[in-house]
């Protein structure tokens, strides 16, 4: 069973909003929305794919006005965007929400870490994930643990699994039965969990070719820090965007943490609808360039 880091590396802010799976038809707004923005996203991301073992995040902005805790499941969001991208290197996709107008993806080379500080529950099981019986399995596992204090929660799953299994698809149904942690909306549903209260979640993977039908999944809960709050210890604060030149019409900008960490660049003209998202290298060389023709008092 493997764990993996949430990426940290530099960010691209998305061009169009995230949206949340939808099992609507082909042609249903929604559907049509859906593609808009998983096609906008794979082309926006184009460049920061990597061979080999690999993570996604996505940290998902909503208005100060909707309910960040009993709305807006982050397996919805991360299930369409990580089944679009998909290839055989995915082993580990982040998502976190929180209050913010912008929302943010990158991509990063897996990183494997320690297993997470809070107690690691297993559950095993052989049935296709598509039934009751795969949730009632997972909820053994899980029946005995306290539930978790109401408020916000960080929740990690580590599954091992088959090479003909797709883990994907393995976790709106796991999550599902965590209701003895995440307790209930209500007393009287089965399988209906109060993870909107999830506001950052971890999903790795490990293909064991010995596994054959076995499902196993580590499954890590614990309070996380309350979204409105700083959150430089959970690493889900959104940044900050500095100017760091203008002139002649153009402005260079950067996005920043609290601690100075750059998680994008940008640069825009006045005629233009939007910012052009850069990387990092792209804007120190733009940067330089710019110094070195029009003089460093355009720098901010």
């Known amino acids: 069973m493997r764990w993996y880091a949430r990426p940290e590396n530099d960010a691209h802010r998305l061009r169009v909003a995230p949206r949340l799976a939808s099992w609507n038809k082909s042609d ?51 299930y369409p965007l990580a ?27 897996a990183r494997e870490v320690s ?39 960080r929740l990690e799953l580590a599954f091992v699994v088959g090479p003909r299994r797709n883990w994907v698809n393995l976790w709106k149904q796991t999550i599902d039965a965590l209701d003895p942690i995440l307790g209930r909306t209500n007393a009287d549903r089965d399988w209906h969990p109060r993870d909107g209260r999830i506001i950052e979640l971890g ?27 700083a959150t430089a ?32 660049w940008d640069v825009s003209f006045p005629h233009w609808p939007t910012a052009m998202q850069m990387s990092t290298e792209q804007a120190k060389a733009m940067r330089d360039a710019l110094v070195a023709v029009l003089g460093d008092e355009h720098a901010q």
């Not at 249903?28 to 995040?57: I, K």
């Not at 679009?84 to 990063?108: A, E, M, N, Y």
């Open 115 to 153: 297993a997470p500080s809070a107690e690691v529950l297993v559950a095993r099981t052989t049935v296709s994930a598509s039934t009751a019986a795969y949730k009632e399995q997972i909820r053994v596992a899980v029946v005995g643990a306290t539930e978790l204090p109401s408020g916000p929660v």
């Open 233 to 264: 210890a959970t690493g889900i604060a959104m940044p900050e965007r500095k100017v760091v030149f203008r002139g002649h019409g153009m402005c260079l900008g950067k996005y920043e943490l609290r601690d100075g960490t750059a998680t994008a």
């Open 83 to 109: 089944y679009h991208l998909r290839d055989p290197g995915l082993v580990s996709v982040w998502c976190t929400k929180q209050h913010s107008d912008r929302s943010f993806v990158r991509i990063d080379a």
């Open 203 to 229: 999903m790795h993977v490990t293909v064991d070719p010995a596994a054959g039908n076995e499902i196993v999944v580590g499954i890590a809960a614990s309070p996380a820090s309350t979204p409105l709050a």
């Open 28 to 78: 249903d707004p929604d559907q049509v929305r859906l593609r808009a923005y998983l096609d906008d996203t794979a082309a926006l991301l184009a460049e920061s794919r990597v061979d080999g073992e690999w993570a996604l995040r996505l940290d998902v902005g909503m208005s100060e006005g909707r309910d960040l805790l009993g709305t807006s499941d982050l397996d919805n969001f991360a």
